[in-house]
Antibody, heavy 120, light 110 residues
Framework: QVQLVQSGSELKEPGASVKVSCKAS????????MNWVRQAPGQGPEWMGW????????TYAQGFTGRFVFSLDTSVSTAYLQISSLQSEDTAVYYC?????????????WGQGTMVTVSS | QSALTQPASVSGSPGQSVTISCTGT?????????VSWHQQHPGKAPKLMIY???NRPSGVSNRFSGSKSANTASLTISGLQAEDEAVYYC??????????FGGGTKLTVL
């Protein structure tokens, strides 16, 4: 059974950093591209970008460059999202979601989401 | 890339059919057959219901169907059931090799 299991909720102060993990089970991490999606409270999803799970090369959407880093640890089948210099506007649920390499919009499995709250 | 345009809400009675539209441009919805629809219940992750305009993943009810005409894609849910009440989001691949989502449509089953 394909599963993406994310790390738990985080409460951070402005200016801090956070690292969200996404562990793949039931399939090989390298079989699919890994996307990251942000959903602010009461808003629709926003695509942040994706990482090639074979090469480790990330692609970031406009608005998610600089403070956002996608990475992998293939030895533990896990993808990571790190956000630095956190701002209140980063408060959101962050999802990892896999997609076919041949069909990047076929987001067929999603993690349960990680709530990141930025507050002093 | 601007978000795709969806109606804020739709409603229907049990057993009826409803259709949700998703309007983009020739650079996204109209330019590719890579439109997906996701269902999201409160506090839950989105779930893929339709991909590539009209394909259903394994396990998704055939009451869900998708179509596209020019720059507008549509999701039709027939035989409405109480469990269908959720927010539905469309998404599309774009000419910039990115993905873009719609703002979401809240479906209320009366």
């Amino acid at each position: 059974q394909v599963q993406l299991v994310q790390s738990g909720s985080e409460l951070k102060e402005p200016g801090a950093s956070v690292k969200v993990s996404c562990k793949a089970s039931g399939h090989s991490l390298s079989s699919h591209a890994m996307n990251w999606v942000r959903q602010a409270p009461g808003q629709g999803p926003e695509w942040m970008g994706w990482i090639n799970t074979n090469t480790g090369i990330p692609t970031y959407a406009q608005g998610f460059t600089g403070r956002f880093v996608f990475s992998l640890d293939t030895s533990v089948s896990t993808a990571y999202l790190q956000i630095s210099s956190l701002q209140s506007e980063d408060t959101a649920v962050y999802y990892c979601t896999r997609a076919d390499y041949g069909d990047h919009n076929r987001l067929d499995s999603w993690g349960q989401g990680t709530m990141v709250t930025v507050s002093s | 890339q601007s978000a795709l345009t969806q109606p804020a809400s739709v409603s229907g009675s049990p057993g009826q059919s409803v259709t949700i539209s998703c309007t983009g441009t020739s650079s996204d919805v109209g330019g590719f057959n890579y439109v997906s629809w996701h269902q999201q219940h409160p506090g839950k992750a989105p779930k893929l219901m339709i991909y590539d305009v009209s394909n259903r993943p394994s396990g998704v009810s055939n009451r869900f169907s998708g179509s596209k005409s020019a720059n507008t894609a549509s999701l039709t849910i027939s035989g409405l059931q109480a469990e269908d009440e959720a927010v539905y989001y469309c998404s599309s691949y774009t000419s910039s090799s990115t993905l873009v989502f719609g703002g979401g449509t809240k479906l209320t089953v009366l």
